[in-house]
């Protein structure tokens, strides 16, 4: 049920339904990773903020139809500010996620002012310029980045002020699960609403959009700022999960990457960019592990496979599949 | 009284090449006009100039007494214009039911809304159930766009141009590329539109300009070379030499 395109206007459907359904969904999963890895918190921890940067993407990529290879720009720029934020004595952690939300709005809103106004490659072109002027002042800013050294000594407060970052990573990583699963739901009923789906009308043809009164530059800038704050809790979580921000959180590999998550899972589907970001790091971990040398191949031969075999993504398979079943009941 | 639509000595070249040529036109409220002419006269350049997709190089457009010269195209939809496309262009990912939403969330200012409220979910559904009903399209509401014929899928985009509840609605050749026997389902809905709406429909096909049409305008290199009824424009010497004209014209080329 949950997993069914969330449609404007619905007609019947369940009050809060897909919110909670998102809710449940990364709880269970949460769990799961907790009982299934249980000596890999950390590696789940940080799989779960890169997670919250492809949902971040794919409400600018999948919802606007933005080509970006600029995105890490707001997911770095959040967690360099909320490590400063902590090294400045600002220790309470939901404060310090709230810090590199803004920072990501911020940041979002620079993104969308600059690339909003092209299409296409001139917009690609632009989102990587910026990607690589954030990275290269990260690179220059060294008394608030620590340059290529990264910002370290990052020590944020208990949670609650009971549940200390341990080396067991317990409490991060039950603040990310927790931090993902609200943002889940949050955007859980965000795509439905009006104003999404107004960003999917420009996706599919922005001057038809124009032609209906819709004013397309505004409402990308507006859908920007949003996917930073999504970004930023990203950011913020590395930030105060890991102790340490690098110059790797701000850099094209990492937005380059995570479009390839977006395209795995199936851009424009929130359900897509968490199964992709979840899939591929977890391919990855493993291959890393057991094959050190031809990791990459690997992924590249999945990646080939996936665009091969099911074009829409992963979850545009699984609506296939689900379709075709319901049909054979019927 | 205002007319729905003004338009004086309207221009536009490319390059050398005039395209539009002084063009004063007017419409008034409940208007039902054609717009015919040759291939290459400059139909489509005038409506794009009007919606605001191209911007004229002299000349004004004045919507309901409102100089929209200078304006985007995106705010004159706002104020009541318009229009389909010679291509159907529709939000092709998108369900019937959504695509027709879109310019009703549009109308009542809801469209920057970042929640859906359900009370306002159940009206929009409502009125596009409504509205497709008049089209015949009802059955449609939750199908997704790229899945219907192209007939039908021409008719959306009409359905989008009315729910948009326009003053002035542009039609760009509605019936072309529909196959023949969905073609009543175009005739039936332009016959169907609110009465008050100014209409201004380009067309080749002289059978549903006959239907349609009380006035007729005819555009030949980008001028308006004659006004008046149907009948007095089938009769019109000048308007046949236009058409044949360009067709020696183009033959001549080839």
């Known amino acids: ?330 | 009284m205002t007319a729905a639509l003004r338009i004086e000595g309207l221009a536009r070249h490319f390059g050398g090449v005039m395209v539009t040529n002084d063009v004063s036109l007017e419409l008034v409220s409940g208007d039902r006009v054609a717009l015919i002419g040759p291939n290459g006269a400059g139909k489509t350049t005038l409506v794009n100039l009007i919606s605001g997709h191209l911007k004229p190089n002299g000349g004004s457009i004045m919507l309901e007494g409102r100089d929209i010269t200078r304006m985007s195209a995106a705010r004159r939809a706002r104020l009541g214009l318009a229009r389909t496309f010679q291509i159907t262009r529709l939000f092709h990912s998108l369900t019937v039911g959504q695509n027709v939403a879109l310019p009703i969330l549009q109308g009542r200012n809801l469209s920057r809304r970042l929640l859906s409220r359900r009370r306002d979910e159940r009206a929009v559904r409502r009125d596009c159930e409504a509205l497709l009903d008049e089209l015949n399209l009802a059955e449609f509401l939750d199908t997704p766009v790229r899945e219907l014929a192209y007939g039908q899928q021409r008719l959306v985009d009409i359905a989008i141009g009315l729910a948009l509840e326009p003053r002035v609605l542009l039609l760009d050749e509605p019936a072309a590329g529909v196959p023949h026997d969905e073609a009543p389902l175009i005739l039936g809905a332009i016959a169907r539109l609110r009465p008050d709406i100014a209409v201004m429909m380009i067309e080749h096909d002289m059978d549903l300009v006959f239907r349609f049409a009380k006035r007729v305008l005819v555009l030949a290199e980008g001028r308006l070379i004659f006004a008046g009824s149907p009948s007095e424009v089938a009769a019109d010497p000048g308007v046949r030499r236009a058409y044949l004209g360009s067709y020696a014209h183009g033959r001549g080329e080839a």
């Open chain 1, 1 to 330: 049920m949950s997993l069914a395109p969330a449609r404007f206007p619905m007609g019947l459907s369940i009050p809060l339904g897909a919110e909670l359904a998102a809710l449940a969904a990364v709880g269970l999963l949460g769990v799961v990773g907790y009982v299934v890895f249980p000596d890999d918190l950390a590696f789940l921890t940080r799989l779960i903020s890169i997670t919250l940067l492809v949902l971040s993407l794919d409400l600018v990529t999948g919802y606007c139809g933005v080509a970006t290879l600029g995105q890490a720009a707001l997911f770095g720029v959040a967690a360099y500010a909320a490590g400063n934020a902590c090294i400045a004595g600002l220790t309470n952690p939901f404060l310090l996620l709230i810090v590199g939300m803004l920072a990501g709005v911020v940041t979002g809103i620079l993104s969308g002012l600059l690339i909003g106004r092209f299409r296409g490659l001139q917009q690609l072109v632009l989102s990587i310029a910026f990607g690589e002027l954030v990275a290269a002042l990260a690179n220059k800013l060294t008394p608030w980045t620590g340059g290529s050294d990264g910002l370290s000594g990052i020590t944020p407060a208990p949670v609650f002020g009971v549940f200390d970052f341990d080396l067991y990573g317990r409490t991060p990583y039950w603040l990310s699960v927790g931090t993902l699963a609200i943002v889940m739901a949050a955007l859980a009923a965000f795509v439905r609403s009006p104003f999404s789906l107004t960003c999917e009308a420009i996706r599919d043809d922005d001057l038809r959009a124009r032609m209906i009164g819709l004013a397309v530059y505004p409402r990308l800038i507006a859908m920007y700022a949003v996917s930073g704050a999504v970004a930023g809790a990203g950011g913020a979580l590395t930030a105060i999960t890991t102790g340490v921000v690098g110059l790797d959180s701000v850099s094209f590999e990492r937005s380059a990457e995570v479009l390839v998550m977006l395209v795995l899972g199936g851009a424009g589907r929130l359900w897509g960019a968490l199964m992709g970001a979840i899939l591929f790091q977890v391919f990855e971990h493993y291959v890393t592990t057991s094959n050190p040398y031809s990791w990459l191949a690997l992924v590249g031969l999945m990646l080939i496979a996936i665009v091969v075999f099911a074009p829409g993504g992963l979850m545009r398979g699984v609506d296939l599949a689900r379709r075709r079943w319901m049909r054979r009941r019927a």
